[in-house]
């Protein structure tokens, strides 16, 4: 298999729109884990508000995502949390919040930053990363593709690792009816990094539904840029474990047995 899609979907079932209770979730989970797809990040996102919820189930994940959505980070050193996301304060910087989390997280925990897709800051401190969000509940969580792309290239250019969340349902981009707004595929937004990190403008890439196009991208990414891609986009949650795999298959980008 391709780097390019190795290890590139985090489980996100707790959150919308599947919102599965936390047995449903932890069950899901161990079944993936034991099936072992490569494509699968093997890492459970948890917001904080529920470790109690899942520290009293008998499953517990082999990696965790702590997403942060408590006003303090409340303690985890009982669980094998290897990242924690968490959204940047209005009035702060990337680097005052950096310095602010760093004596609360024990070593080899990453520390990913939630930024608007508009926001580029050259205040990223040294092993830090940022996370963006690519839809939502509504019209509104979208970002425009100007705004996406102004973010990949931001952090391309300041060789920045970030994460992706939300509204990555399919691979491909296309439009939502009832929403009334076209949804980013994460197949376009993997390839936009390629094409920053190749130093080229990533919005064209974003913006196409020519499925056929994006094949041919996807099967002519040269090793070096997969690497370099996957350097920068480290991985994006998905709450649906299976539809990543599902339109992967369909287009002929992984083999069916995987």
Do not use: W
């Not at 006003?71 to 919040?97: G, Q």
């Amino acid at each position: 298999m391709s780097v390019l899609y190795h290890s590139l979907v985090d489980d996100a079932g707790l959150f919308p729109p599947t919102s599965l209770h936390m047995d449903e979730a932890l069950s899901r989970h161990e079944r993936d884990q034991r099936l072992g797809n490569p494509v699968l990040t093997q890492r459970f996102l948890c917001p904080a508000s529920r470790l109690d919820g899942l520290r009293r189930e008998s499953f517990v994940p082999g990696r965790i995502g702590l997403i942060v959505d408590t006003p303090e980070l409340p303690p985890f050193d009982d669980l094998p949390v290897d990242l924690v996301e968490i959204p940047l304060p209005a009035e702060t910087s990337v680097a005052d919040l950096a310095r602010k989390m760093a004596d609360r997280l024990p070593p080899g925990v990453r520390l990913f930053v939630e930024v608007p897709a508009r926001k580029g800051s050259g205040d990223v401190p040294e092993g830090v990363g940022l996370k963006v969000r690519c839809g939502g509940e509504t019209a509104e969580a979208f970002p425009p593709v100007e705004h996406l792309a102004a973010f990949i290239r931001f952090c391309a250019e300041h060789d920045i690792p970030f994460k992706a969340t939300a509204g990555l349902h399919h691979a491909i981009r296309h439009f939502d009816p009832s929403l009334g707004v076209d949804r980013h595929g994460f197949l376009n937004l993997l390839l936009a990094v390629c094409e920053a990190a190749e130093h080229r403008d990533p919005a064209p890439v974003l913006r196409t539904t020519d499925v056929g196009h994006l094949v041919r991208m996807a099967q002519s990414v040269s090793p070096e840029t997969a690497e370099h891609a996957r350097r920068l986009l480290v991985s994006y949650g998905s709450c649906n474990t299976s539809a990543p795999l599902e339109d992967l298959r369909t287009l002929g980008l992984i083999e069916e047995k995987a």
